[in-house]
T-cell receptor, first 115, second 113 residues
Framework: AQSVTQLDSQVPVFEEAPVELRCNYSSSVSVYLFWYVQYPNQGLQLLLKYLSGSTLVESINGFEAEFNKSQTSFHLRKPSVHISDTAEYFCAVTLTNSGNTPLVFGKGTRLSVIA | ETGVTQSPTHLIKTRGQQVTLRCSSQSGHNTVSWYQQALGQGPQFIFQYYREEENGRGNFPPRFSGLQFPNYSSELNVNALELDDSALYLC????????????FGPGTRLTVT
């Protein structure tokens, strides 16, 4: 079975400072990796995903994540955060060997950007 | 293109009652998955429907059941509600061939008193 560990439950950071949200996963088979963002009182929005190819993936709003197979990690980074980035961030995995497999989520990291 | 919609937005029920939550999938999507997100937790997979058949189930008891209709919309039914069923229930749709990307609705907040 797969599992996802998000090492920090809360991360406070000042506006325009860099941030890293950590995610480690455990799986005996290959997985695809995702970061989702959840704004207050809303559902989940896909932020970025790693399926194959370059291990560094980027989102349109400045976030990036790097897949590290040897360390089984998929940490999320942003060089300069904005107040609007305040949200809950979830790392998730799914199996690669068949379609329509469910997502397994971590417990989430609450990012609070301070003005 | 219409996104995933869910109804109702909020719901308050009493322990022992039954509840039905509804989800309309994104246009062109034939797979619907349901997740339960308890307060302070990540979403947990309940089950998935593909072409009106249950296509996988998480670690939830049989009192959690579902349906998918020919238009690919879906229902989640929970019988004999318990206090621990209080959570945000999320529906996600996906398309065959691009099924690794799931599109989530805004969720239904269920409170059991």
């Amino acid at each position: 079975a797969q599992s996802v560990t998000q090492l920090d439950s809360q991360v406070p950071v000042f506006e325009e400072a860099p941030v890293e949200l950590r995610c480690n996963y455990s799986s005996s088979v290959s997985v695809y990796l995702f970061w989702y963002v959840q704004y207050p009182n809303q559902g989940l929005q896909l932020l970025l995903k790693y399926l194959s190819g370059s291990t560094l993936v980027e989102s349109i709003n400045g976030f990036e994540a790097e897949f590290n197979k040897s360390q089984t990690s998929f940490h999320l980074r942003k060089p300069s955060v904005h107040i609007s980035d305040t949200a809950e961030y979830f790392c998730a995995v799914t199996l690669t060997n068949s379609g329509n497999t469910p997502l397994v989520f971590g417990k989430g990291t609450r990012l609070s950007v301070i003005a | 293109e219409t996104g995933v919609t869910q109804s109702p937005t909020h719901l308050i029920k009493t322990r022992g009652q039954q509840v039905t939550l509804r989800c309309s999938s994104q246009s062109g999507h034939n797979t619907v998955s349901w997740y339960q997100q308890a307060l302070g937790q990540g979403p947990q997979f309940i089950f998935q429907y593909y072409r009106e058949e249950e296509n996988g189930r998480g670690n939830f008891p049989p009192r959690f059941s579902g349906l998918q209709f020919p238009n690919y919309s879906s229902e989640l039914n929970v019988n004999a509600l318990e206090l621990d069923d209080s959570a945000l229930y999320l529906c996600a749709s996906s398309a065959t061939g691009d099924s690794y990307e799931q599109y989530f609705g805004p969720g239904t907040r269920l409170t059991v008193t």
